[in-house]
């Protein structure tokens, strides 16, 4: 994943068109796709060079499918990954699920295929220092609203929010973004934490957390 970020600048002086619209689905075609793990991984959609996503912070795109012989389209929401001022390009990370229609769809996809998409669809709004701290819970692939949010403040030197995200996973190797989520942390200790926590420990190395989230934990 840092590999694929760092291949494109996010960000020009030049004023950016925006290529989501919030009426009509319209398509995005796959640039590339890379394994994150052993049922996650990124794909990397193309926008045009003076093109930025338009999504805001808090908000979410929806992506429709007809899958296989479903009469209707399958629809379902997504956060991307991808700064939010990325320009000719956003990442989306993906979970398959063995009964997850959309999800096998989108990993069955390859380069040159398209994805149709509509948004915004907005959430809550986000302005800096609104919060004095921000807690976060994710499990699984929903860590991406959360990574939304603390790219946003982590990236804003005038933000001073502080965060912590509690981050339960079945294994080790089920957490998904953990690189990017330690260089956040060490870049930022005084500003972000993250405490990550499993079902079982699959080492005695293990420094994290064990079991379900609580409010112990």
């Given at each position: 994943y840092?590999?694929?970020?760092?291949?494109?600048?996010?960000?020009?002086e030049?004023?950016a068109?925006l290529a989501?619209?919030?009426r009509?689905?319209?398509?995005?075609?796959?640039?590339d796709?890379v394994?994150?793990?052993?049922?996650?991984?990124?794909?990397?959609?193309?926008l045009?060079?003076?093109e930025e996503l338009g999504?805001?912070?808090t908000?979410?795109?929806v992506?429709?499918?007809?899958?296989?012989?479903?009469?209707?389209?399958?629809?379902r929401?997504y956060?991307?990954?991808?700064?939010?001022?990325?320009r000719?390009?956003?990442?989306m990370v993906?979970?398959?699920?063995?009964?997850?229609?959309?999800?096998?769809?989108i990993?069955?996809?390859e380069p040159?295929d398209?994805?149709h998409?509509?948004?915004?669809?907005?959430?809550?709004?986000?302005?800096a220092?609104?919060?004095k701290?921000?807690?976060?819970v994710a499990?699984?692939?929903?860590i991406?609203?959360?990574?939304?949010?603390?790219?946003?403040?982590?990236?804003?030197?005038k933000d001073?929010t502080?965060?912590t995200?509690?981050y339960?996973?079945?294994?080790?190797?089920?957490?998904?973004?953990?690189?990017l989520?330690d260089s956040?942390?060490e870049?930022?200790p005084?500003?972000f934490r993250?405490?990550?926590?499993?079902?079982?420990?699959?080492?005695?190395d293990?420094?994290?957390?064990?079991?379900?989230v609580?409010?112990?934990?």
């Amino acid at each position: 994943y840092s590999y694929m970020r760092s291949k494109y600048p996010h960000v020009t002086e030049e004023p950016a068109r925006l290529a989501l619209n919030s009426r009509k689905f319209k398509p995005f075609t796959l640039q590339d796709k890379v394994p994150i793990n052993h049922d996650t991984s990124m794909f990397r959609f193309a926008l045009d060079p003076d093109e930025e996503l338009g999504l805001y912070v808090t908000s979410c795109f929806v992506a429709k499918a007809r899958v296989g012989d479903d009469e209707k389209p399958i629809v379902r929401a997504y956060t991307p990954v991808s700064p939010q001022y990325a320009r000719g390009y956003f990442d989306m990370v993906v979970k398959k699920y063995d009964d997850g229609k959309m999800s096998s769809h989108i990993h069955g996809l390859e380069p040159g295929d398209v994805l149709h998409i509509k948004g915004p669809i907005h959430k809550l709004v986000y302005n800096a220092n609104d919060f004095k701290e921000i807690g976060m819970v994710a499990g699984g692939s929903g860590i991406t609203p959360m990574l939304q949010l603390l790219q946003h403040v982590l990236d804003d030197p005038k933000d001073k929010t502080k965060l912590t995200l509690m981050y339960a996973n079945k294994s080790e190797d089920d957490i998904i973004l953990r690189s990017l989520l330690d260089s956040y942390a060490e870049k930022y200790p005084k500003q972000f934490r993250v405490v990550y926590t499993v079902d079982k420990a699959s080492t005695p190395d293990w420094k994290g957390e064990v079991g379900y989230v609580t409010k112990d934990m």
